[in-house]
């Protein structure tokens, strides 16, 4: 097994963490907590066991909010920076809280590195418009 070491970090870089080894999935998941969350039409994620996750500074900013509307009736905590809101990771209790489920972008090169090869609530997909206009676009933010 690849004992390889990713560190990764929220937005504000209160918290880094270190990933220890491959993980066990990577997911895209369209469903409506990932669309709500992450502010985009899916979240990439990665599932690591507990004990490959490894949170390096800033434990005392790490808070948690319970997710209770699940599909599996048991509860998701989404463990995030409580300085900068950014969402580090989130453990599903239907694994028995084992699981770790990190969001890849935090990770360096993360969505290189952790390609997905799950994608879940597709059904979710063919409601997005985007894609489906041409948008302005620009390298930056215009004027900068
Ligand atoms: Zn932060
Ligand atoms: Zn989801």
Redesign the pocket.
Known sequence: MDKAIVRG???????IFDVVGEPETCFQCFCQHCQKSAGAPSQLSAKFNKNQVHVKL?RE?LKTYILKDTLSGQDKHKVF??????TLWTIPMRHGGDSFIVRTSLMENGLQKYVPNVVLFDRYVQRLSVGQVNPKSFATMPGF
């Open positions: 970090c929220c937005l504000c870089g209160g918290v800033g900013l920076c409580s300085d900068c809101g950014c």
